[in-house]
């Protein structure tokens, strides 16, 4: 992935941080847990040479009580050693004004207000007073409904306040039912921001919109592809033991091949050429290739089974299961609007792909 710096300010002649890079990108832990944890997460992604702010959540904010609510003030201690082994530059969410004046107290270099917080005026307000004059960065990322003047207001308080390098984070919206992602992304929401708001930097948060590892790229992929302007992105060492948000945090590695793959050319420019039949076939591609991913997740279950080798769960259990999986398929099928028929036909195929890998398996 190839960054560029951005131009300095034509009146002060001072580089925006936020549009100093080119994409800009925010990489590290959901939450700071360790000092080993965080410095084991820094080393890796200082060694990528992508990373602009590594981010680590101290004061969480949690949707249930008797959640991990963050280590607290202790971990600024831990982001302070980051910055002085690493060289790079320290980002945390703030959620009131106490958490502002002590992490300003250590002088963190980029602050960003969270999805949970924006969503209340009172505490932007109170975000934003405590801010008042000083020289900081602030990201804000949408609130977690799909309103665009909330989000637009919250913006306002922090330029009101007089903060000079003010951003937002597309971090995707809550939706009732069922959805493939944790928070739904809604494109044209960032992109009506950018409008209202032109050259103010818009970053996207995967890991939040995917909720789980294996659709990050394709949400960082389709970003970029909507022009904005850098990512966010959870990386933890070992996410499967993470505090928080494990099943969406990247190992370093797959942080590193993200950045790889990612071909960040300078952004589409989508005015005029913008259609909608691009947008919903790059729609398209991504269920396609999570369809794909499903299928092989379902085959290595399967395996899985046929390596236990239970004689009399191939006998016995397994025809029951499957007329189980078959009737509950056809419910499905209904619910969601689509024929049985054809849902049965395609996992008779299913089974059938399965068995033959089994059978190639044993031979
Ligand atoms: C986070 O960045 O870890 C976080 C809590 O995100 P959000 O506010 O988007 O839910
Ligand atoms: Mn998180």
Known sequence: MKKTNGPADEKTGKTNRLKQHR???????CSAESPGQLLDTARELKKTGKVDYFRAGLWKPRTLPGSFEGIGSEGLEWLKMVREETGMKVATEVGSDKHVFEALKY???LLWIGARTVSNPFIVQEIAEALRGVDIPVLVKN?????????????NRFIKAGIKEVGAIHRGFS???????????IWEIPRALKKRMPGMVVVCDPSHIAGKRSLVPLIAGRSIEEGLDGLMIEVHPVPEQAMSDAAQQLRPQAFDRLMKDLDIKSPVNREGSESRIDELNSEIDMVDDL????????????RQ???????RYVMTQKPIQMQKTFARLHGLAIEEGLRPEFIKRLFDEISREALLLETSLRE
Not at 23 to 29: D, E, M, Q, S
Not at 291 to 302: D, F, H, K, N
Request: aromatic fraction near 8%; avoid cysteine; charged fraction near 25%.
């Open 23 to 29: 994409p800009l990108i925010i990489a590290g832990p």
């Open 107 to 109: 002088e963190v270099d």
């Open 143 to 155: 609130p977690l409904n799909p309103d665009l003047e909330l989000w637009f207001g919250a913006i």
């Open 175 to 185: 939706v009732w039912g069922k959805s493939i992602y944790r928070n739904h992304p």
């Open 291 to 302: 369809l794909v991913r499903t299928i092989a997740s379902r085959m290595e279950l399967s």
């Open 305 to 311: 089974i046929e390596k236990i080798g239970d004689p």
